[in-house]
Structures are given as C-alpha cells and as structure tokens.
C-alpha cells in the first residue's frame, strides 16, 4: 500500500510501481485570488486539492503537482489575487502532464475549481490526447459540489459556504467565520448592479458573496467524503 498519494511525496520506485499498476494520474486545478476576509487566497487550489486526494484513494491514482495558480485576471484589482496569462498556465500544466505521461501515465482526470481555467484546460487536454496519447477527462469539481450541496449550502458562490467548507475539511486553521460580513440592504444593491462580468471591482471592498452561515469543519466531512463516491 502507499504511503502517500501525492506524487511528491513518494520515492522514484514506488512511483514507477504505481504507474505500472495503474497509470491513472489526477490533476488539481484551481487558483491564487481574493475570497474575502474569511477564506485564504488558495481556496479554489485547496479544494481542488481536498477533492483529488479523496478521488485519488477510491480509484488507486496518484495526484501530480501542477501549479497551484491558475487564470484569473478578473480579481486582479484585489491584492490577494496572482494571475497567469493562458499560453503560461497552458504551457505549465501540459509539461507537468508529459512528464508523467513519458514515465507510463496513460490516463490523466483534471479536477478544475476556478471557472477561469476551463478554456484553457480544454486546449490542454484536447493536445495531450492528440499529440501524447493521454486518455483526459476534464471535471468542473466545483459544479459537482453545487450539485451535490447547493441546496443546502445557499448555491455556489464565491466565498460563500460550499468554498469555505473545501477548504475546512482540510485546512480549517484558515478559515475566519467569524470575519464573514452580514450583506446590508445597499451592498446587495451594489451587487446587482456590478453583477456584469468584469466588475468584480465594483462590488463589495472584497467581492466576496458570502453569508454568515458559512459552514463548519463537522460540516465539511461528507463533502470530502462524498468526492470519492
């Protein structure tokens, strides 16, 4: 059995005999932005991250390291954002996947939660098929966790609770519930009025979409549990 599913973690032999035994390898995707006073700036990175280790345990893989920043110039005009061009964020995560598909990897499951990778991701996989022979499957992890919890997570927004409680079933030293700022009558206003694509700028000072029911880490559990059903 191994010790560890992270790729990183685990010596040269040990991970030849995984690819050997199955070369099926999961890729995380998610981003470095702002989630509001409550959540750290790797939010959408470790829930990515929370849902391909649970994934990696029931289907026998190995999570690969790519990187834990993706495209998302939108949020840019908030300090805690760091952004990517696309033909950098491309050329990143086709590399980290060639690598292992040179090493025997002939399967590879990328779970995306930032909306802003998708183009991207698709050209990506799209060239590791036709190009190396790579068998993709591109999964919006954080549409399926609105499917699974929206009803009862007031929907997926950002920053709002099915974000904070990815980031809770793994890190919950990082999350502030008591920092989330109830809405007032005039920033919903505000929201509504900037809700058009790009004016993330426009709205609240942090743009985050959150309630004060945001969750806690007993809440978080099933949500980990239930990315590797």
């Known amino acids: 059995m191994l010790p560890s599913r992270y790729f990183v973690e685990l010596t040269q032999p040990e991970i030849a005999a995984q690819l050997k035994k199955n070369p099926l ?6 981003s470095v932005e702002q989630h509001g006073p409550h959540l750290p700036a790797g939010t959408d990175s470790f829930a990515a991250n929370t849902m391909a280790h649970a994934v990696a345990e029931r289907m026998d893989a190995l999570v690969i390291p790519g990187t834990p ?10 300090e805690a954002t760091i952004t990517l061009a696309p033909d950098t964020y491309m050329r990143l995560v086709t590399d980290a996947c060639v690598s292992t598909a040179k090493h025997g990897a002939r399967y590879l499951l990328i779970l995306n939660w930032h909306e802003g990778n998708m183009p991207s991701l698709a050209l990506v996989a799209e060239a590791l098929h036709r190009e190396h022979a790579m068998t993709v499957l591109t999964v919006q992890a954080c549409y399926v966790a609105e499917e699974l919890y929206g009803k009862s997570c007031n929907g997926l927004t950002h920053g709002g609770e099915i974000e ?3 980031v809770l079933a793994e890190r919950p030293e990082l999350v502030h519930l008591d920092r989330i700022e109830l809405p007032t009558l005039r920033t919903v206003t505000r929201w509504i009025a900037c809700a058009a694509p790009g004016a993330f700028s426009r709205c609240s000072p942090t743009s985050a979409r959150s309630r004060r029911r945001a ?3 007993a809440h978080s559990t ?5 990315a590797g059903a």
């Open 25 to 30: 390898v999961i890729l995380p995707a998610g």
């Open 222 to 226: 099933p949500l980990r549990r239930r």
């Open 164 to 166: 904070a409680l990815a």
């Open 69 to 78: 920043l993706g495209v998302t110039p939108m949020h840019m005009p908030f």
């Open 215 to 217: 969750g806690s880490a």
